[in-house]
């Protein structure tokens, strides 16, 4: 059996321990800190290199198949697990804009899966089911909860990863 032993010195006056109780407390917090940085540090490696992070714009279609609502989406995907986080800023129609929604989701092999609501209103929310039709392009259905008729709609809707620096850079005003 293994005994520990440790000796402790006494403290002699009250400034003595104060100074070592302020010490204990800056190098804990000190500690903290870099703690902190650390898991940033890592939380930005699983998401730094994805080609699916960065800035998407989606298009809600009516029953007419024309454009009906204009979501840009700021994602940020974890290449590891295949699951994303998002914010979604509507652009139409105009008295939607001030909306912001969060979403998530998961990329399976060619299948985008979301769920997004409103940070506003708790009654604004819906799942969508894309799959990829071309490159950083996404096209499904988005099922959403009618209030007034108590069904289920669903609505087309087309994900497409902006690649161009005018689409970026507009997107970027959105949310800054």
Not at 81 to 88: D, N, V, W
Not at 101 to 107: A, E, L, M, S, W
């Amino acid at each position: 059996m293994v005994f520990f032993y440790a000796e402790f010195e006494v403290v002699s006056s009250l400034p003595e321990l104060l100074i070592g109780v302020i010490y204990g407390i800056v190098s804990s917090l000190f500690a903290a800190a870099i703690i902190f940085g650390v898991k940033k540090l890592y939380e930005r490696s699983k998401v730094a290199g994805s080609a699916y992070s960065g800035y998407w714009q989606t298009d809600i279609y009516n029953e007419e198949g024309e454009v009906a609502k204009v979501d840009f989406m700021l994602l940020k995907h974890n290449r590891k697990t295949g699951e994303f986080t998002g914010k979604l800023k509507r652009t139409l129609p105009g008295h939607q804009t001030f909306n912001e929604r969060i979403c998530k989701g998961v990329f399976t092999k060619d299948v985008m899966l979301t769920v997004a609501w409103s940070k506003i209103n708790a009654l604004s929310y819906g799942a969508g089911f894309l799959v990829m039709t071309s490159d950083f392009t996404y096209s499904g259905v988005y099922l959403k909860h009618d209030k007034s008729s108590g069904k289920i709609v669903s609505q087309k809707l087309v994900k497409t990863k902006l690649t161009s620096r005018d689409d970026i850079a507009r997107a970027k005003k959105l949310f800054s």
